[in-house]
């Protein structure tokens, strides 16, 4: 455990520099592995089984299918096609089965309706459900061995295209006799051209894919995804001039991979050391053996007095090849989906024009990063859930996700938008949020909604205890759960089967800009929950990263209340948090053990929104902690935000 602290501790020392960021991956492997150490099944079940059970039969299908596919073109109809290329061609076709299978599960992840209501197939089987919330992270992996196995699959094809150049002899690629060039079967052929066109859009899908372009230049990733039409019109087509052939006469004719096709048994081949017909006739008659195919072939070996250094053909006058073309088989694994998702889209296309929507008010919070909150007509949602959103005077063709902040007992739907982007900043432009003389209801835009939509934090009320962890932005899918807080605590007979104890709120922000409008919906709750008699359902940790501005003293006061914790008050409304204010970052040891002592024996529902090694090191301690209190029936169940 010493060293998973350490390990922890090393993963956010940037004065390591780039040899840190080489060994990252390769360190948290180890942490991943070094935790794992001595857990049993059950407690290790509770946060990884279901993952990597389903992770593990995936991974055996795609090497199951690629050996099938591989031994299968190691078959003697495929023998004179390898004595050319050798390993390339079962190689090529192996690769090209995973490609297929994945290509048609990759679609299947963003098929959000679909996902959410798999989602609600398995209400009570929490194991189950929670892996459909990792839907984008298998549609990452899909895409992963996607780009692999199309490398594989494009060396061993040029390859293959160099040695069939080479050799000169196989059909597909002759012209009047003369085999084309290497560069004129890439571009002109059916298989060369559409290979072109599946692999340039995929490599601008993977690249505009990055972390980096998404968040600095979401149009340009949302763009380019849209290339996957062209990239399925090509995969459908790639294999439909049936470039590779299969030899059908094998038996008659066979192929040897070393030596080639076999040497007719005719008068002129006895020098070469292939016995005559007549010879082998006689011989199979005196062996009182029986000769096959209405007397014109012998399936068996002929050894006495021939050349071992000859490969003869077991049949009279069969002197060439009998092939068939090949077929394309891509669309019977890719149509399926290709279905599924065109339905999903279609569905989301009718009701995002049937949800054409009015904003009803927009409100601007000054915070260091401006942020615009927009309130539009009510339809039915659940808290947790988001959106995509598209506004058609802006950009008809653009849709943007963004979390609910209202919850469901409202009257209207809320967002709270960043304008940190260029759509952002037009779209807060389309609502007047820059212009001092705010803009009448009729005055604003309309838009559309695609969603709502599920993600993990809707099952915060499953659990006995539920502890919420938000670093920056990353608070904001949880304002719609905390504002549902107080309408089930304060109607508790509308909510017969919410079992939830107790929420702890971490919030870790890098200085008091980043308060906002967030700090207000937190003061709020805590004054409607005080009213209530439940002050201490909610426990709230506020952690800043660093110190503060000149200007934000100005804005926010630092006192001491009469156990001299620090506490924040709002200069401007002189509300405060009850809550002390924490400087540093949490030491997740002591949290963790606190929250497990307080709720012995239950289930503890984890919940975070944020940057990635945070994340790592919370999964850690649910893991840890699982194995710790395995006596008392503890458990902890992380749940990542993904969308």
């Known amino acids: 455990r010493h060293l998973l602290q350490l390990a922890s501790l090393g993963a956010g020392n940037r004065s390591l520099g780039g040899s840190h960021s080489a060994l990252k991956p390769i360190s948290t492997a180890i942490m991943l592995l070094w935790w794992r150490y001595g857990m049993s099944f059950r407690q290790w079940f509770v946060n990884e089984g279901p993952m990597y059970i389903f992770v593990f039969l995936w991974m055996i299908v795609n090497l199951a299918l690629f050996l099938n596919t591989y031994f299968f073109y190691q078959e003697p109809q495929f023998a004179y096609l390898r004595y050319i290329v050798h390993n390339g061609l079962p190689t090529a076709r192996g690769a090209a089965s995973v490609l297929n299978l994945n290509c048609a599960l990759v679609l299947l992840p963003v098929c959000r309706n679909l ?33 692999v196995f199309a490398s594989v699959h494009i060396c061993a094809h040029f390859f293959n295209v160099n040695n069939l150049v080479e050799d000169g002899s196989y059909q597909r690629i002759l012209v009047k006799g003369a085999p084309m060039s290497q560069e004129r079967v890439l571009f002109t052929t059916v298989a060369g051209a559409t290979g072109v066109g599946i692999t340039v859009p995929l490599i601008l899908m993977v690249t505009t894919a990055s972390q980096q372009i998404r968040r600095s230049y ?78 014109k072939c012998a399936f068996a070996d002929v050894e006495i007095d021939d050349n071992p250094g000859s490969f003869c053909c077991p049949c009279m006058d069969v002197n060439k ?193 980043a308060w906002g409008w967030f700090a207000s919906l937190l003061m709020e709750l805590e004054e409607q929950l005080e009213g209530l008699g439940e002050s201490d359902f909610l426990e709230v940790r506020i952690f800043t990263t660093r110190g503060w501005s000149q200007d934000d003293a100005a804005k926010i006061m630092l006192q001491e209340d009469d156990a001299g914790d620090s ?62 209190r395995a006596r008392e029936g503890t458990r902890f169940y992380y749940n990542k935000e993904n969308f």
Request: hydrophobic letters at 40%; proline letters at 5%.
């Open 115 to 147: 996902v959410n209501f798999c989602r609600g197939l398995f209400e009570s089987k929490r194991s189950i459900r929670r892996l459909f919330d990792k839907n984008i992270l298998f549609h990452k992996w899909c895409a992963y061995v996607i780009c």
């Open 218 to 295: 979401f149009e340009l990733f949302w763009y380019t995804h849209h290339l996957f039409v062209v990239f399925y019109v090509c995969l459908c087509l790639h294999g439909s001039s049936g470039f590779i052939e299969r030899q059908t006469n094998f038996k008659e004719y066979p192929v040897s991979e070393d030596l080639g096709p076999c040497t007719p048994r005719q008068q002129s081949n006895l020098l070469e050391g292939c016995q005559p017909w007549d010879r082998v006739m006689t011989l199979y008659q005196d062996a009182s053996a029986t000769l096959q195919g209405e007397g």
């Open 567 to 628: 506490i924040v008050r709002d200069a401007e409304t002189g509300r405060s948090l009850r809550h002390k204010m924490n400087f540093g970052r949490p030491l997740w040891d002591r949290e963790f053990s606190d929250i497990a002592n307080n709720h012995a024996g239950n289930n503890v529902g984890v919940f975070f929104c944020g940057p990635k090694v945070l994340s790592t090191q919370l999964h850690v301690k649910c893991n840890e902690f699982t194995r710790d």
């Open 321 to 513: 090849l009998e092939v068939q073309k090949g077929g394309p088989a891509t669309w019977v694994w890719v149509i399926g989906p290709l279905i599924l998702y065109l339905v999903e889209r279609l569905y989301r296309f009718y009701m995002s024009k049937a949800r054409r929507l009015s904003i009803l008010k927009v409100v601007r919070h000054n915070d260091a990063v401006p942020v615009m909150e927009i309130q539009f007509q009510k339809v039915p949602t659940k808290a947790g859930q988001y959106i995509f959103i598209n506004c058609p005077k802006v950009n008809g063709l653009e849709w943007h996700p963004f979390t609910l902040t209202s919850c469901p007992e409202l009257d209207y739907i809320s967002l709270h938008i960043r304008l940190v982007g260029d759509w952002t900043t037009k779209f807060a432009d389309a609502c007047g949020f820059y212009e001092d003389n705010p803009k009448s209801a009729s005055e604003l835009p309309d838009i559309c909604i695609d969603g709502p939509f599920g993600t993990a934090s809707e099952d915060m009320y499953r659990y006995q205890a539920a502890v919420l962890v938000g670093a920056g932005i990353g608070v904001t899918p949880f304002a719609s759960l905390l504002k549902e807080i107080y309408f089930r605590k304060a109607n508790p007979q509308d909510y017969p089967n919410f079992k939830t104890q107790k929420v702890y709120f971490y919030w870790m922000c890098p200085g008091f800009d």
